[in-house]
């Protein structure tokens, strides 16, 4: 053997032994060296070769921190995979961070954790360099929040060049700050061709903010730069973080094949130009909020897409198609125009819109937009399109209508006679003639291993007999709260319930009495410390009925009968509460219910209930009371409730700011009554401010917002409100910023307003 060959042999053996080299971290497997440390990962991925595979161990690796900076090729990539798919779990303080090439990171779960970084997952290191060619995929990342819904931090930051993010899942995103955002914040991102498809993109809820989009792709000030990102095959299931499901800021991407599944929200061309929309579907079933694509800029193709039972309005909107800014700036709102709106199909949407968004700052109405080959069906509604602004420069050629007003006639469009029906396979609607399919299959996208976590309770009985619990017991309701599951339900014996500390609600409970005429009553022994009866906390939700609160004791007062956690609560909660009673809560800032801020209710219900002798307000959803357009609850219905003797506000609900990502609140204040409710100078008996939808009907008010108002409703433009069948005796007046008043009001003055309400309200104070 020759000298150079011997040499060449010893340095084989000797580079072997040394990649072969075991410790007690890592060892090589038939799966490529398998690591059970960070430590040993570092070292492993600081040596790895084209072709090399690292496997993470099983088990849950707690507070991780990941830098990948390895280099592939496109023949022979680096792969970073788990031992066995599903079993590698990402917990605790956790991030990764991808500046190499050609690199496969896979089969990884996320869950139970949270991130320090701006983003979990992010395809750039801290000494800016950046991801190209390299795969995410079969990732699944499930409820990863911190504990704050407004500490804002992403799941993805897509940076560099030809990156592939597929069949991943991403669901249970509670937090401020987008899902997946492709950055476009310099020149090196742009014409990135990077590709996002065959993912599956779950339940995302409301955050009741700006902020809570699913999928970004750039910003503002790259918008009129292309960025030719490829979003296909992807499915989004009741994405409904905000008004954007997906917002592109940016030119030139392509978004096609995807499936938006009962997502409030829209595919919003936010800004950027020349984007293609084609063969998506756009499914509602008639959920509230859900929507299609809203235009903005121009250049745009939006061809062959399926919008079938979309109730959106407004920005929420099947096709809302906006007014802009006159010499907008780059971050406002530029004039839709010059786009092909061509192949579509609308069945049974409510809401297609022209010039949307019309105000004093958007007065330049959208230009040039072709509508042509289009279906619009929706048999039971007369209005095919609703024009806001002048829209004399669309055009329109071959489209068919088949609406409730049979003489509808306008230029490109004919009437047709062709029916839908929906098909029990797929739920689409179709007919002889429109056939269409699904782009995929459910077990198609994500990782087909993997099973999301469950969202939530809903506030049910899930058994058929209830616990029952004395308060002769000492402590036994403590304890049976404390022993019972999600969904259980507790009934209470007649007698009064004696507290010495909060009772915490942190599942979902039914809390009810029997049907005795004796009372069920919860009151402290003493409270100096001045704590609610009742606080829910975060993951809980209650139901409860037939209890009074009594927020007297010896020493000192309850601080609200019912509250939230005053700290930040990450996870939705739910509230019902049914034939109760709230008195004397009779000190400074005392209240029947207070919601604290950064604190969400989907739902929350005060039917058959009285509130009396207190000295704060009695329904206080007053916690954000910044501009940023965060509120407190969603759905707030009172429906035949009484309220005297309370010095502040009876209902106080908040929205302050002008953002219009959100759909809510929603309040339904109906059939109640209000004896003697702040008379305070400038004092308000219902204080609304940025509330979106009202109904407010059947409202007597006696010798209430004597000092100011009965009513005070500061509400945006587009709000939809009502506010009709209003008796005011001895009261202030309503007062709002539109014309919202019905024509039933009445205004009575008298000297006897007692004897009216033992007359007329059937309102029985508590003795």
């Known amino acids: 053997m020759k000298k150079s060959r011997l040499y060449s042999y010893l340095l084989a053996i000797l580079l072997t032994a040394n990649s072969c080299t075991q410790t007690n971290n890592s060892k090589q497997t038939d799966g490529g ?26 088990g849950i690796w707690n507070d991780a921190q990941f830098i990948i900076t ?42 139970n954790g949270y991130t320090q970084e701006d983003a979990l997952i992010i395809f750039k290191t801290d000494d800016g360099k950046l991801a190209e060619n390299c795969r995410l995929t079969e990732i699944a990342i499930d409820h990863f929040n911190p504990t704050n819904r407004f500490d804002k931090s992403e799941w993805i930051h897509l940076h560099g060049k030809n990156n592939r993010v597929d069949h991943n899942y991403f669901g249970g995103k509670l937090n401020a700050g987008v899902t997946l955002v492709v950055k476009l914040n310099n020149k090196n991102s ?45 499915y989004f299931e009741q994405c409904d973080g905000e008004v954007e499901i997906v917002s592109l800021k940016s030119s030139d991407n392509i978004v096609r094949n995807n499936l938006f599944y009962e997502s409030a929200g829209v595919l919003a061309l936010r800004h950027g130009n020349r984007n293609l929309i084609e063969n998506n579907f756009f499914i509602g079933n008639n959920k509230p909020g859900t929507g299609g694509v809203r235009v903005i800029n121009e250049g745009h193709t939006i061809r062959n897409n399926h919008f079938q039972e979309l109730k959106g309005k407004r920005f929420f909107g099947a096709l809302p198609v906006m007014n802009g800014v006159p010499n907008s700036l780059i971050n406002r709102y530029h004039r839709a125009e010059n786009t092909d709106i061509t192949g579509n199909k609308f069945l049974k949407c409510d809401h297609i819109q022209f ?148 009772l915490i609600i942190n599942k979902t409970l039914t809390i009810i009495t029997d049907e005795s005429d004796s009372p069920a009553i919860f009151t402290y022994d003493q409270n100096e410390s001045q704590k609610p009866l009742v606080i829910i906390e975060n993951g809980g939700s ?23 956690s005053s700290k930040p609560m ?19 800032r005392k209240t029947a219910f207070r919601a604290y801020k950064s604190t969400y209710a989907d739902t929350l219900i005060f039917k058959n209930s009285t509130f009396h002798n207190i000295s704060g307000n009695a329904i206080s959803l007053d916690g954000e009371n910044e501009n940023r357009g965060r509120y407190n609850a969603e759905y707030v219905k009172i429906d035949n409730c009484h309220f005297s003797k309370v010095m502040g506000n009876a209902v106080s609900l908040l929205r302050m700011g002008n953002d219009e990502s959100t759909t809510g609140p929603y309040l339904e204040l109906r059939n109640s009554t209000f004896i003697d ?91």
């Open 355 to 502: 010039g949307v968004g019309a105000d004093n700052e958007r007065t330049d109405p959208p230009r040039d937009i072709r509508f042509t080959n289009n279906i619009f069906y929706h048999p039971e509604r007369k209005q095919v399109f609703e024009a806001i602004s002048d829209y004399s420069t669309f055009s329109f050629s071959g489209n068919e209508v088949i609406s409730a007003d049979s003489k509808f006639n306008h230029k490109g469009f004919k009437q047709a006679e062709i029916t839908f029906s929906k098909d029990p396979a797929d739920g689409l609607l179709k007919n002889q003639t429109y056939q269409p399919k699904l782009p995929f299959t459910k077990n198609e996208v994500g990782p087909n291993w993997y099973t999301p976590q469950q969202k939530y309770f809903e506030i049910t009985n899930k058994n058929s007999n209830a616990a029952q619990v004395s308060g002769n017991e000492n402590d036994a309701l403590f304890s049976m709260v404390k022993s019972t599951s999600s969904g259980d339900t507790i009934q209470l014996k007649p007698g009064t319930y004696t507290f010495t500390k909060p």
């Open 190 to 234: 742009l014409e990135n061709h990077h590709r996002i498809d065959h993912n599956h993109f779950g339940y995302r809820p409301n955050l009741g903010s700006n902020g809570g989009e699913t999928l970004r792709v750039g910003v503002s000030t790259y918008s009129l730069s292309p960025s030719r990102t490829l979003i296909e095959n992807n």
């Open 70 to 111: 390895a280099t592939g090729t496109e023949k022979e990539p680096i792969v970073i995979k788990a031992q066995e798919k599903g079993k590698v779990i990402l917990s605790g303080n956790t991030s990764l961070k991808i500046g190499g090439k050609h690199v496969i990171i896979k089969e990884l779960v996320f869950k």
């Open 677 to 767: 409710v702040n008379n305070k100078d400038l004092g308000s008996v219902v204080l609304l401010w940025g509330v979106q939808k009202l109904n407010i009907d059947n409202l007597l008010f006696i010798n209430s917002g004597k000092g100011g108002r009965a009513i005070k409703y500061e509400d945006p433009g587009w709000a939809i409100s009502t506010i009709d069948h209003i008796s005011l005796i001895n009261s202030g007046r309503i007062e709002s910023f539109g014309k919202r008043a019905g024509v039933n009001i009445q205004i009575i003055k008298t000297e006897k307003p007692l004897e009216y309400t033992a007359k007329h309200t059937g309102y029985k104070p508590s003795k």
């Open 33 to 58: 060296n398998l690591v059970t440390t960070v430590e040993a990962f570092n070292k492993a991925i600081s040596i790895a070769q084209p072709g090399d595979e690292i496997t993470l161990s099983n």
């Open 570 to 588: 990450i996870e939705h909660y739910k509230l019902k509460v049914v034939s109760c009673e709230f008195k004397n809560f009779n000190a400074s």
């Open 542 to 564: 209650l139901s409860i009925k037939g209890v009074i609160f009594d927020g007297a004791s010896e020493n000192g007062i309850a601080q609200s009968a019912i509250a939230t």
